[in-house]
Structure formats: structure tokens, C-alpha cells
């Protein structure tokens, strides 16, 4: 027989590539007690969601929710609902979500174009500029954070070229929402996705989402039905909004609430105050890190504060440290994907997770391990 006892884990300190650590105020939500999907009470919790979501993403778009799936569904939703078979999509690929977003657009039946760079390094406007002349797109799709290398995408020049071209302007938002500046309205992105658990620090499971009125056009004119039909936002929006509000699926009603507060904690904190905790904390961990011998993977100019990629020092055993941080001092920091693995780690200050006692904790136990 197996011997199951009540749920007890380790109390972990988390700073890997997500999730990040929740503030007891979200987790103390997430045990209020259920009321149904579509009780009144619960339309206002969604309504008040929708509402600071539009505002962290600096957006007016009233399509704009919360997808009941993890960051991947949010990033299969703005596909699936823009893409038909036989479409042209320039696909960006600087890391493993590049690679991520270029996959799902196949299976939408598109003709993927890709743009790619080397790994740790921005994507190049100019190689840009290039494929886009070279096709008729329908979108353009590219990852602001690419949390498998630790690089900020620029997004100003790219949205300009795209815009020229006719396309529309996909965003994986992911690792970027609420960590770093991010302003959908004005930096003219059509369709976003994000996740819960990075900088915005809530459970895991719900990617918030923003759709433009182009984007809506486009939806409105498909020929052909959404390929997915939890996914299809023909009929996912009358769940969110309008007066019916008609019952699609049962939304996940405990990481709504759970959502709810962690919106309020970051409008409490102000969104530039909290992207200048996130880069003040990177400074510091960064001159802890030089100071212990690491490298970072990226350049200065393109590193992203919350996601940060070091190269791992000769004759240090990468994997016997990380598992010696996660037994002995309950610290998680996550390892190289792809081309990467065992010669990075990915050291995540995101939401929560990003604070002075965070970076002092792994610097210690770096010290004392090394
Ligand atoms: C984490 C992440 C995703 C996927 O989110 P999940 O919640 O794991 O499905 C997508 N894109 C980026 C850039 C991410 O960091």
C-alpha cells in the first residue's frame, strides 16, 4: 500500500524561470470560499480582473481577459484565433519560445516564415525588414522576454516595420508583464499574451490576454471556424463580457481570486516603482555574481532584469550545485534549455521573488557552496 500523508513541501525560495514566490495576501484570497462561475458576485471578480489588466498592459482594448490556461494556451489562443490555413506568418526565433510560437503557427496550417538570431541576442530589425518584403503576412509574432536566454527584445522599430508591412503585431508577453515597461496601446501590439506565475508573482495557470480592434477585424472575417474550440474567442468573449455573460466553461474560480489580489498588489506598489525594484535587484545580484566569477550570457544593453542568464565557471559541477542550493538552503534556480543545458543557469527575480533578501539569500549560499 501506498502511504499517502497530508500535503507538507519544503518551503521553498523560488528564483528560476517561473513561478515565482506569491505574496501571502494572494494566497490568502485563493482560500476564500468558491461561489459559483457565474453567481453575480464572481461577474464583478472578472470584471475587476479585466479591469487592472488593461491597465498593467497600458491598453483601452475591451477584448481584453484572462484565458483559464497556463502562459502556452494564451500563446495558442492569439495563433488559432488569427491564423487560417494557407496564411503567411514572420515568426521570430531568438530561443526556445520562438521556437514554441513557430510550431503552434504550422499546426495552424500557416506558412511559417522565421526570422532567426543567435541565441542571447536581440533579433535584428533589418532581418526583419527583409522577411516581411519577402511575403504576404498576416501577423508577425515575437517574444518580448525570452526567458530561455535572458534577452529584452526592443519592440519599437519591429511594430513600425510590421505595421508598414500591413501585419499584425503578436507579442509573447509572458515574462515581461510587470516586470519591465511594456505599453501595448502605444507600441501598437495587436494581440498579447502573458502568464500568472512570472513577474506578475500568482499561481500558475492563467495567461491574461489583449486583443486590438484589428485583431478582432481579422477574427470576424475568418473564412474558416477556429481550429480549437476551448480556444475560439468568437465564444470565450461572451463569457467575459456583454450583458448574457453565457456560461462557456467553468472558469478556475480560486486562482481568480488569486489573480484579483495580485493585480491589486501591483497597482498598490505603481508599476514603475515595481520595475525599478526589479532592476535595482538585478544590479545587485549582478555585482554579487561578477563578484563570484559568472558572466552574463547577454549584453548589458539587452538583459532582462528578472530572467538572469549566467554562464557557469570552469570546473564548477552546474547540476551538484543546483541540487546542493535546492536540499540545503531550499533556493531553486533554474538550468540551460536547448543548446544551454549545463552551461547556464537562469536566476529569476521576478514579482515577489525579486527583493534584496532574495538576492542576498542565493548569494550566501553561492558563497558558502563555492
Ligand atoms: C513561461 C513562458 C511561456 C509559457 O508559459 P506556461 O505558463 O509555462 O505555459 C511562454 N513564453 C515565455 C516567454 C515564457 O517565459
Known sequence: MRNISELNTSKRILMGPGPSDVHPRVLKSMAT??????????????????????????????????????????????????????????????GVFGNRLADIAERCGAKVIKVESEWGKPINPDDVKKALANCNPKLLAIVHAETSTGVLQPMEEISKLTKDAGALLVVDAVTSYCGVDLRVDEWGIDALYSGSQKCLSASPGLSPVTFSQAAIDVLENRKTKVQSWFLDLTMVKNYWEGAKRA????????????????????LEEGLENRFQRHKKNHELLRDGLEGLGFEFLVEKEYRLPMLNAVKIPAGIDELAIRKRLLNEYDIEVGGGLGPFAGKIWRIGLMGESATTNHVNMLLGALKAII
Open 33 to 94: 470560499p468558491l461561489i459559483g462561475h457565474l453567481d453575480p458576485e464572481f461577474l464583478e471578480v472578472m470584471d475587476d480582473i479585466k479591469f487592472m489588466t488593461q491597465q498593467t498592459l497600458k491598453t483601452q482594448n475591451p477584448l481584453t481577459f484572462v484565458v483559464s490556461a497556463p502562459g502556452s494556451a494564451g500563446m495558442e489562443t492569439c495563433l488559432v484565433n488569427l491564423l487560417e490555413p494557407g496564411d503567411e506568418a514572420v515568426v521570430c526565433i531568438h
Open 247 to 266: 456560461y462557456h466553461h467553468t472558469a478556475p474560480v480560486s486562482a481568480m481570486f488569486g489573480m484579483r489580489e495580485a493585480l491589486r498588489l501591483v
